[in-house]
């Protein structure tokens, strides 16, 4: 990965508790600026094609108890 130095103005406050963070976590800051720099650049990206999510048939429609139903059966299976 090649980084690329820029300046960017921040609230005193946002800094302070990136700072508190950062020592907290044994980080350095700048780790964390480029975490929600890149964060940040995710959250911006767009796709042009059409994801291909699958559909499913359950031979009807299903309600919130059906949903709830299979949640719990799936977490007492565990």
Same mark, same amino acid.
């Given at each position: 990965?090649?980084?690329?130095r $820029? $300046?960017?103005? +921040?609230?005193?406050e946002?800094?302070r =508790?990136?700072?508190?963070?950062?020592? &907290?976590?044994? &980080?350095?800051? =700048?780790?964390?600026? !480029?975490?929600?720099?890149?964060l +940040?650049?995710? !959250?911006? !990206?767009?796709?042009d094609?059409?994801?291909?999510?699958?559909?499913?048939?359950?031979?009807g429609?299903?309600?919130?108890?059906?949903?709830?139903?299979? +949640? !719990?059966?799936?977490i007492?299976? $565990?």
């Amino acid at each position: 990965m090649v980084l690329k130095r $820029t $300046t960017v103005m +921040v609230d005193e406050e946002d800094l302070r =508790a990136v700072k508190a963070i950062a020592e &907290r976590e044994g &980080r350095p800051e =700048a780790e964390l600026i !480029r975490e929600a720099f890149h964060l +940040v650049a995710l !959250r911006g !990206r767009r796709w042009d094609d059409d994801w291909a999510i699958p559909e499913f048939d359950f031979g009807g429609p299903v309600s919130a108890d059906d949903v709830g139903a299979a +949640v !719990r059966d799936g977490i007492s299976d $565990t």
